[in-house]
């Protein structure tokens, strides 16, 4: 099993900037990918970005150019991270990190972003 352990997140101003970061641990070499998902109340979680075992990284569209996907491989441990610059109000969400693996999808805690305009 995989588990997550999220931090970073918190609230500010439109245009600032914040840093997200996800530690996997257990079976990591399970893992193929990991992703940023996002969520506001009502809505479905929307995939933020993704990078795989091999550092290919994707972005919705309307993140790109202004959020960038990393990743820290170590012997126990993965480290993904979340640079978010040039935020907007409407990148006020929960933020989750996932870890995919071929049959598998675990979830981290989330953690609120909140940007005020």
């Known amino acids: 099993q995989v588990q997550l352990v999220e931090s970073g997140g918190g609230l500010v101003q439109a245009g600032g900037s914040l840093r997200l970061s996800c530690a996997a641990s257990g079976s990591i070499f399970s893992i193929y990918s990991m992703d940023w998902y996002r969520q506001t109340p009502g809505t479905q979680r929307e995939l933020v970005a993704t990078?795989?075992?091999?550092?290919?990284?994707?972005?919705a569209d309307s993140v790109k150019g202004r959020f960038t996907i990393s990743r820290d491989n170590a012997r126990n441990t993965v480290k993904v991270y979340l640079q978010m610059n040039s935020l907007k109000p409407e990148d006020t969400a929960v933020y989750y990190c996932?870890?995919?693996?071929?049959?598998?999808?675990?979830w981290g805690q989330g953690t609120q972003v909140t940007v005020s305009s």
């Open positions: 990078i795989t075992r091999s550092s290919i990284t994707n972005y």
């Open positions: 996932a870890a995919e693996g071929e049959a598998t999808l675990t």
